[in-house]
């Protein structure tokens, strides 16, 4: 898989920018990570501010890595959407203030003299679990993102697949239920509403707000408490036979299910690969989630899917745009 003419160079840098942190690694061709460093992001500071974190935070690690310049092939950068991936500009980036139209690729190639990689995060995910993690050796995989949000990457033949104007894969925004509730995107019903980690959350808090009860949870509309409270306990909640959770928790595998069914009678995938902090749960996830998919997709697809764990946990964003210096998608 790797392009042989490139390990003349043999680390690359991956970059994850999110709202909250930066993210660097240099990384090895094998997807060993060399050196890692987290940064808060403070993008309330700006977009000029936030540009020159990316640079300070890449420049510091090559140094602590202590590695030539000259060993290292270029620059990835995972990045929230919209993007424009092939002018290697950031279109919009609601997280990040004052981010429109940002030709981030031409900044840090101007600063570092170095090839550099722009990609959407969720996309960056997909291709580290196929390169290094669960999907290696896959050719036709989809990846789901389930954090605050939820993202999506597809594969397709061995390429990432991106859609007429790089826009493809916006998995979370499904609409799984026409009369569910609002989205953060203004629609209704979409799969982020039900089982991303804002969406339980925002559900449960609303149950709460209509009186209904629950044996472990009361917040007395403290939404600053309730906001500190974590997946982890809802989940054990649920596990203890809290109807309110255990409802709420069921649905939100329920409509993953769905979202996955309609995407295995769509493409047709080999593997579909869950990565994020509702993925601790292991089987207690997957075996329920199966069994929604089983019910719902055609048996042939369902009969030839995996649906698993990512393996690389936070890191496959990062290990997936370093990789795109050795393993080109397109």
């Known amino acids: 898989m790797v392009d042989k003419k490139n390990l003349e160079k043999k680390y690359s840098i991956g970059v994850d920018l999110g709202g909250t942190n930066i993210v660097s690694a240099i990384v090895n061709y094998q997807g060993k990570i060399v050196n890692r460093l987290k940064v808060p992001t403070l993008s309330e500071r700006g977009k000029e501010a936030t540009i020159k974190r990316i640079i300070e935070t890449i420049h510091e690690n090559i140094i602590q890595s202590t590695i030539a310049i000259d060993d290292i092939i270029g620059i990835g950068i ?28 031409k900044i ?3 600063e570092f003299n170095m090839k550099v990689v722009l990609e959407n995060d969720a996309n ?11 999907g290696q050796g896959v050719n036709n995989l989809v990846c789901f993102t389930l954090g605050t949000g939820i993202g999506g990457g597809i594969i397709i033949n061995g390429k990432i697949y991106h859609g007429n104007n790089y826009g493809a894969a916006e998995l979370g925004h499904m609409t799984v239920n026409k009369d569910g509730p609002r989205c953060n995107c203004g629609n209704y019903g979409c799969l982020e509403a039900y089982s991303s980690a804002t969406g339980i959350k925002n559900r449960i808090k609303n149950r709460l707000k209509e009186g209904i009860k629950s044996k472990f949870l009361n917040f007395d509309n403290d939404d ?21 959770t255990k409802n709420i928790v069921e649905e939100a595998i329920s409509y993953l299910g769905i979202a996955i069914a309609n995407i295995t009678n769509i493409l047709n995938p080999e593997m579909v690969v869950l990565v994020g902090g509702i993925t601790n749960e ?3 996830l ?32 990062i290990l997936g745009v370093a990789a795109l210096l050795w393993i080109p998608t397109k």
């Open 282 to 284: 292991g089987d207690k």
């Open 78 to 105: 995972g990045a929230p959407g919209p993007l424009d991936v092939k002018r290697g500009i950031i279109n919009f980036a609601p997280n990040l203030h004052g981010w429109r139209d940002v030709p981030l690729r």
């Open 124 to 134: 960056a995910a997909a291709w580290g679990e196929r390169c290094f993690g669960a």
């Open 286 to 317: 997957i075996i329920p989630l199966r069994g929604e998919v089983k019910k719902r997709a055609f048996y042939s697809n369902y009969k030839s899917l995996k649906i698993v764990i990512g393996k690389l946990g936070g890191n496959a964003g």
């Open 108 to 110: 840090l190639e101007d």
């Open 224 to 244: 600053e408490l309730f906001e500190s409270l974590r997946l982890k306990l809802i989940f054990e909640t649920a596990r203890k036979g809290d109807k309110l």
